[in-house]
Structures are given as structure tokens and as C-alpha cells.
């Protein structure tokens, strides 16, 4: 982006991965702070942060995305390092555009909705590329599935209705009454007999519900920032707009499902920060 003196500009340099907002003084600063100054233009402005996130995401699918789609394992330990960049830088923009959201009182659009989603399915690609996965609701508690096709039916199982931010996710329940791990996509595309419509519904009021309780003073951060990035990660694997991309499409055009990904996004890199209170308070 070319430097406009006059006021904030976006600076993207080859020597770290995404981009930073600076003052006019060229001194770091964020979307919110910026929007916070006299005679900002938040139609301008939210745009202009969406759009280098979405180029920082198609350098990153170049360089990273014969790791991110399991391709092969990380090279060395430099391109475990680049991945945990990545990871933070998309955990760090994304909280950044949630924040200015918050700020400026805008919605979440069908863009925002798109590139924040695409960038969080990333981020939690790289994290797993790393071993910096959260934990995943259930593990360890499911039958391991044999070969071939399962008789049964889906439905979300909460993992604690006393504590909700522990979260949950899809399982076959057969007439035996074993339980086997599935995902919204198999439900979706892969099952017969499935009100697509309906497991729709559950999977965003559980994922509304895990961000909700996830506020809560007795939530664990790390298993809630797991809960939130499970369920999330299940919902873009169902909405990407083709088997082989990562890029999200929202077909239903639902702006609520914008917000949703946007908010889900933020609240799980928060709930992961370092600096984060929920972090300190353990």
C-alpha cells in the first residue's frame, strides 16, 4: 500500500509475515487506535484492513500450502518458526478487525465474514503443522470407527452442560450405543437422512454457546479456546468453496454467520494471548 504522510498507512515488509498499521510519525499502531483519531473513515479504513489481510492470506497459501494441506511436515525448524509467525500474525490482525467492529459499532459483512474465516482455518492449520493444537473436545472418549459405512445418527454432544465453554461436537450414535467422532461436512455432504437445515442450527447455537460461556470466570482458557476453535474448525471445513481450497464462502448469504466467524475468530486467539487476563488468572 502506498504511504500517505497525511495520516495512518499500512506497512508490509519481506522480513515478517503480515503488516502493521502505522501513524503518520511512522510509528506502530492499530485499526482500533487509528479509528479512534479525528476525521477517521471507517468505511475506508475497515476495507483497506480486510484487503491486506487478504493479500498476507494468498502469500501465505503460496508459501505454506503444501504444509497446511498435508502435503508434507514442516521442512526445519525455521519453517516451524514461519508457521508459528503466521499463526500469531493472523491470530493478532484478526482480533484487531474484530476490535474495530466492536469500536465503530459496523457489522461483520460477507467479506469479512470470508477472509477472517479463511485466515482462522489457516491459523489453525499452522498451529497443527506445530503441535500447538488446543484440546479437542471428547478426545479419547469416542469409539475408533472401523471401515466401511457406519448405520447411526448424528447428533452434538456437549462435553458438560454445567460447564458449556468445554464445548462439543458431532458424533455417530449407533443402536449398539457406540459413539464415533464425525464432522459437519460428513454430515452435510457424506450422510443420508440428515436435515441439513437443522445441523445447521445446532452447530451455530453451539458455537454461539461455546463463545458465550467461554466469558465466564470459570472457564479454562485453553480448553475453551480448544472448544471454540474445534467447532469453528469443523463449520469452515463445511463452508470452504471447494475440497482442495481454504478459502470460506457463506453461500446462505447470512450475515450473522459473518459475525459468528468473526467473533468466534477473535474470542479464541484472545482467550490464547499470553497477555490475555483469562491467561494470567490460572
Not at 116 to 142: D, E, F, K, N, W
Not at 193 to 214: C, I, P, Q, S, W
Amino acid at each position: 500500500m502506498a504511504r500517505d504522510v497525511s495520516g495512518p498507512w499500512i506497512s508490509q515488509t519481506d522480513r515478517e509475515v503480515g503488516f502493521r498499521w502505522m501513524t503518520a510519525a511512522g510509528e506502530r499502531t492499530t485499526l482500533v487506535q487509528v479509528l479512534t483519531e479525528r476525521g477517521s473513515e471507517a468505511d475506508r479504513l475497515l476495507p483497506t484492513h480486510l484487503e491486506a489481510l487478504d493479500d498476507v492470506l494468498i502469500g501465505a497459501a503460496e508459501r505454506f500450502g503444501d504444509v497446511l494441506g498435508g502435503g508434507r511436515s514442516p521442512a526445519d525448524h525455521a519453517e516451524e518458526l514461519a508457521l508459528i509467525e503466521l499463526s500469531v500474525t493472523l491470530d493478532r490482525t484478526c482480533v484487531e478487525y474484530a476490535g474495530a467492529l466492536a469500536a465503530t459499532s459496523f457489522p461483520a459483512d460477507l467479506r469479512a465474514g470470508q477472509i477472517v474465516g479463511t485466515a482462522s482455518l489457516m491459523s489453525i492449520l499452522a498451529r497443527s503443522c506445530v503441535g500447538r493444537s488446543g484440546p479437542v473436545p471428547l478426545a479419547g472418549q469416542l469409539d475408533d470407527p472401523s471401515m466401511g459405512v457406519i448405520a447411526g445418527f448424528g447428533e452434538m454432544v456437549v462435553v458438560d452442560s454445567v460447564q458449556p465453554w468445554r464445548g462439543g461436537r458431532w458424533v455417530v450414535r449407533t443402536e449398539a450405543g457406540k459413539r464415533f467422532p464425525a464432522m459437519l461436512s460428513m454430515l452435510l455432504f457424506d450422510s443420508s437422512g440428515v436435515n441439513k437445515e437443522a445441523a445447521l442450527d445446532e452447530h451455530r447455537a453451539a458455537l454461539v454457546g461455546v463463545v458465550a460461556a467461554a466469558q465466564s470466570a470459570d472457564a479454562d482458557p485453553d480448553v475453551a479456546a480448544g472448544a471454540i476453535d474445534w467447532l469453528l474448525y469443523d463449520w469452515l471445513l463445511a463452508h470452504r468453496d471447494g475440497p482442495d481450497s481454504g478459502a470460506i464462502e457463506i453461500k446462505s448469504g447470512r450475515l450473522a454467520d459473518a459475525t459468528m466467524i468473526v467473533s468466534a475468530t477473535a474470542a479464541s486467539a484472545t482467550l490464547r494471548r499470553p497477555d490475555s487476563p483469562k491467561s494470567d488468572s490460572r
